[in-house]
T-cell receptor
Framework: DAKTTQPNSMESNEEEPVHLPCNHSTISGTDYIHWYRQLPSQGPEYVIHGLTSNVNNRMASLAIAEDRKSSTLILHRATLRDAAVYYCILRDDTGTASKLTFGTGTRLQVTL | GAGVSQSPRYKVAKRGQDVALRCDPISGHVSLFWYQQALGQGPEFLTYFQNEAQLDKSGLPSDRFFAERPEGSVSTLKIQRTQQEDSAVYLC??????????????????FGPGTRLTVT
């Protein structure tokens, strides 16, 4: 699986936008970009995924660079409940097993 | 709710004991995954089931680890002769679709809360 690189931690003020970067320079053409987050003492939770085009859902937006070597997860208005570890994951969705390969993620702190 | 449930939530075992961890996936979900998460690390894949078939067990760390899903729903992860290095959170995830032939249909995975195993 291609590797992703994320900052270890980031801080944000509540109600401000947060941009969480992810580098994946070795991404292959069949790799989807997935984002999950893990709140304290909980299992990971799906956030969003995309292939080439930018994606929006009720939780977040995903901006994908034109060369697909990087992406950014955007939380439009951070709240205290968004404090979590955010994982950027590449997954080849043409294989026979769709396991997720997590890195160490970015720990997001949200302050008042 | 009708999410993924795991039991027990916490398990303390003495070194050398056998443990069994249970996962109840979301009803109707074809795929089931087990992951192991050490403190401060991201989850690591252990094994994958599509219905009752175990299609990938490449992540199981040793032959002391065994997983089954005999009827294609509930799954059990068993660890024999537990060691201190087995201490971790064990996460189960399910997904509504699996693979057909050489093509995988991609759906998100829904995780349970995990079982925290402490081996003393």
């Amino acid at each position: 699986d291609a590797k992703t690189t994320q900052p270890n931690s980031m801080e944000s003020n509540e109600e401000e936008p947060v941009h969480l970067p992810c580098n994946h320079s070795t991404i292959s053409g069949t790799d989807y970009i997935h984002w999950y987050r893990q709140l304290p003492s909980q299992g990971p939770e799906y956030v969003i995924h995309g292939l080439t085009s930018n994606v929006n859902n009720r939780m977040a937006s995903l901006a994908i660079a034109e060369d697909r070597k990087s992406s950014t997860l955007i939380l439009h208005r951070a709240t205290l409940r968004d404090a979590a570890v955010y994982y950027c994951i590449l997954r080849d969705d043409t294989g026979t097993a769709s396991k997720l390969t997590f890195g160490t993620g970015t720990r997001l702190q949200v302050t008042l | 709710g009708a999410g993924v449930s795991q039991s027990p939530r916490y398990k303390v075992a003495k070194r050398g004991q056998d443990v069994a961890l249970r996962c109840d996936p979301i009803s109707g979900h074809v795929s089931l995954f087990w992951y192991q998460q050490a403190l401060g690390q991201g989850p690591e894949f252990l094994t994958y089931f599509q219905n009752e078939a175990q299609l990938d067990k490449s992540g199981l760390p040793s032959d002391r680890f065994f997983a089954e899903r005999p009827e294609g729903s509930v799954s059990t992860l068993k660890i024999q002769r537990t060691q201190q290095e087995d201490s971790a959170v064990y996460l189960c995830a399910s997904s509504p679709r699996g693979s057909w032939g050489r093509r995988t249909v991609s759906y998100e995975q829904y995780f349970g809360p995990g079982t925290r195993l402490t081996v003393t």
